[in-house]
T-cell receptor, first 112, second 114 residues
Framework: GQQLNQSPQSMFIQEGEDVSMNCTSS?????WLWYKQEPGEGPVLLIA?????ELTSNGRLTAQFGITRKDSFLNISASIPSDVGIYFC????????????FGTGTRLKVLA | GAVVSQHPSWVICKSGTSVKIECRSL??????MFWYRQFPKQSLMLMAT?????????EQGVEKDKFLINHASLTLSTLTVTSAHPEDSSFYIC??????????FGDGTRLSIL
């Protein structure tokens, strides 16, 4: 099935550093979402974006909906060890089915 | 709020067995539930979309007779993997949504077929 391109694929960073990851698509989406998944668990919603250009924060996390509606990025400021996990972007299908197409994921590891 | 419970969290069974996985929305009535499959170190792949009281819509390549979905109420959907074989071993995750709200995910079921 279709997947969104997410980069980087993985990141090793020092605690306290800022993190940036992005997601691109060949298709336009009306809604972009960012989820975090930890081992053996389901994804947890971090941020949902509904409008092109929208910039939304959730604590140390900030995400933006690209103007072209074909991309989105997620920033994490001042990373901490519990930020470890896999971050997935998702675009909501415009067909009215509310289906999501997921990105390939960014695996984040934080070194204390 | 928006809690989705999935059961069981882990199951091991013999080849040829049928396995049922339950997905419940605990504090809201889900308009739609979704079933995903995730292989190790890969992303989530949608298997089917399920609306209460109607037949599930399966994604291309997903066998509807293999993966039976029942959505009997606004808070419960079940996925039955029929005559499971080792290649069906995977992490199965459900999600639920209400109206135009984001999907909320269960904690997944790890299925291992011996």
């Amino acid at each position: 099935g279709q997947q969104l391109n997410q980069s980087p694929q993985s990141m090793f960073i020092q605690e306290g550093e800022d993190v940036s990851m992005n997601c691109t698509s060949s298709s336009i989406f009306n809604t972009w979402l960012w989820y975090k998944q930890e081992p053996g668990e389901g994804p947890v919603l971090l941020i949902a974006l509904y409008k092109a250009g929208e910039l939304t924060s959730n604590g140390r996390l900030t995400a933006q909906f690209g103007i072209t509606r074909k991309d989105s990025f997620l920033n994490i400021s001042a990373s901490i060890p519990s930020d470890v996990g896999i971050y997935f972007c998702a675009g909501q299908d415009r067909s009215g089915t509310y289906k999501y197409i997921f990105g390939t994921g960014t695996r984040l590891k934080v070194l204390a | 709020g928006a809690v989705v419970s999935q059961h069981p969290s882990w199951v091991i069974c013999k080849s040829g067995t049928s396995v049922k996985i339950e997905c419940r929305s605990l504090d809201f009535q889900a308009t739609t539930m979704f079933w995903y499959r995730q292989f190790p170190k890969q992303s989530l792949m949608l298997m089917a979309t399920s609306n209460e009281g109607s037949k599930a819509t399966y994604e291309q390549g997903v066998e509807k007779d293999k993966f039976l979905i029942n959505h009997a109420s606004l808070t419960l959907s079940t996925l039955t993997v029929t005559s499971a074989h080792p290649e069906d071993s995977s992490f199965y995750i459900c999600s639920a949504r209400l109206g135009g709200q984001p999907q909320h995910f269960g904690d997944g079921t790890r299925l291992s077929i011996l």
